[in-house]
């Protein structure tokens, strides 16, 4: 059973930067998709982006320009650098893994806390 677990969450100020991370475990099969999701208060969850293993990237419009994706396959490893934060990118943010090329995802994390304020 695929498990994954994020860190890297925290209090930072607008125009801020932070990194997340994500690796995931639990599986002899190679994990191909790895991702991450946010959830506000009050809100609707929302994809903010994936790589594959291949490094093939989607980030979401709304943050494209200031967050990134990467990935370390060798450790099952996947970040988010976020710069430039802004207040409404403060939610929880959650990390996905797949093993599978499509199709629902196998593991979600519990999520970790990040809050941009002054």
């Known amino acids: 059973q695929v498990k994954v677990a994020e860190s890297g969450g925290g209090l930072v100020q607008p125009g801020g930067s932070l990194r997340l991370s994500c690796v995931a475990s639990?599986?002899?099969?190679?994990?191909?998709?790895m991702g991450w999701y946010r959830q506000a208060p009050g809100k609707e969850r929302e994809q903010v982006g994936y790589?594959?293993?291949?490094?093939?990237?989607y980030v979401a419009p709304f943050v494209e320009g200031r967050f990134t994706i990467s990935r370390d396959n060798a450790k099952n490893t996947v970040y988010l650098q976020m710069n430039n934060v802004r207040p409404e990118d403060t939610a929880v943010y959650f990390c996905v893994a797949r093993i599978d090329v499509v199709g629902n995802w196998d593991a979600w994390g519990q999520g970790t806390q990040v809050t941009v304020s002054s």
């Open positions: 790589m594959n293993a291949a490094g093939g990237a």
């Open positions: 639990g599986t002899g099969f190679a994990i191909n998709v």
